[in-house]
């Protein structure tokens, strides 16, 4: 079926190329979509998800097989250096080889680098911010990270020839692309402080192991009790928020380590304040609302690009799926996409790039 597809379109939009999102279950199909499109010449960027998603259901299995421009090229990367200066420098380079602008006052003009990252690279807010210090003023950003909610290494991104860990995939995509990310995870009363971490682990807060901390910061805001056992499948509900000047950003405990520390997609910084966040109810609007006010002037009846936190659906489970029929329907689009494990977004005043979790991130 898939050879009888691309020798079809492939026909009939000679010299573009595909982005496939390939569901973790079925990763086996990533070396037969490889060689279907070697031999056809069809250029592939591609990365490995938890799930797929559309308006009417959340799955485990498939791909998402999508035609690119030939105006957006890509590139792809594995074994990322463990400096994040010189992983953003390696990062930079690369993208500017794909035929970046000059730097650009008017922000809505510049290119959108679609980041692929492997979710095992424990730094990717300073990777972010070093690739935005080299290309400063010349692309906006959005992105996930992918692989396996499993949370274990695996080789996750790929081209027509290779398949890779550790890495990144960058599309540019070229043009006014419009991409907007919401969480709607609104803070509470408690407040810490990550006072020892490392990347993307927090060590300490307040001065206590970080495990002993949370917990009685979850127990008294929620009265639920914590565990070694139940850590990823209660903290989707009570997850940490990283208090900055400008915004409050999500972080999803994921693992208990043996000395009581936590690790966690995305770093903590030296010094956070920490407030234990409210995950939001089934039904609430605010998600779909912010998303929509920024999607309003859009085509309706385009598909939307949409990348949903694989913590977050843990936290809604069978509603998940009721908030993305709701954005399809409020937004009257067609909704595709996959389960991510992180999200990239651009400020918009400031235009650096972001690292969320729990967030829905939609792409026109």
Not at 247 to 274: C, H, K, M, T, Y
Not at 316 to 344: I, K, Q, Y
Request: hydrophobic letters at 45%.
């Amino acid at each position: 079926m898939l050879a009888r597809w691309l020798d079809g379109w492939a026909g009939e939009v000679p010299g573009a190329g595909l982005f496939a999102l390939v569901a973790e279950r079925d990763r086996a199909l990533v070396p037969m979509i490889q060689a279907e499109c070697r031999a056809r010449g069809v250029t592939l960027v591609g990365a490995v998800f938890p799930g797929l998603l559309s308006e009417s259901e959340i799955s485990s299995e498939g791909a998402w097989l999508l035609p690119t421009l030939r105006s957006s090229p890509h590139v792809l990367l594995g074994d990322l250096p463990d400096d994040a200066e010189a992983a953003g420098r390696t990062v930079a380079m690369a993208a500017a080889a794909l035929r970046l602008p000059e730097p650009m006052e008017d922000a809505s003009a510049r290119p959108t680098l679609l980041l692929l990252f492997d979710a095992m690279v424990p730094n990717l807010s300073s990777l972010l911010a070093a690739i935005h210090g080299e290309l400063r003023g010349r692309v906006r950003y959005a992105g996930v990270s992918v692989g396996s909610e499993t949370f274990q290494p695996m080789p996750c991104l790929f081209d027509a020839e290779r398949l890779v860990g550790h890495g990144v995939a960058v599309l540019l995509v070229p043009g006014a692309v419009q991409a907007a990310l919401a969480h709607g995870y609104p803070t509470t009363r408690s407040l810490g402080r990550a006072t020892g971490t490392d990347s993307n682990r927090i060590d300490h807060i307040d001065g206590r192991p970080a495990f002993e901390a949370y917990r009685d910061m979850v127990r008294a805001e929620a009265g639920v009790e914590l565990t070694a056992e139940n850590l990823y499948t209660e903290g989707v509900h009570h997850p940490f928020g990283l208090v900055t000047a400008v915004d409050v950003l999500v972080r999803i405990p994921v693992a208990l380590q043996a000395d009581g520390s936590l690790s966690f997609i995305g770093e903590v910084p030296p010094n956070s304040a920490l407030r234990v966040l409210r995950a939001p109810k089934p039904g609430e609007p605010h998600t779909v609302e912010t998303l929509a006010r920024a999607f309003g002037d859009a085509r309706r009846g385009d598909p939307l690009m949409t990348f949903y936190c694989a913590g977050r659906r843990a936290h809604f489970g069978a509603a998940a799926v009721d908030e993305v029929r709701m954005l399809s329907e409020r937004l009257s689009r067609p909704v595709l996409g996959a389960l991510s494990l992180g999200e990239v977004d651009t400020h918009p005043e400031l235009g650096h790039p972001r690292f969320h979790n729990a967030g829905v991130l939609c792409v026109g």
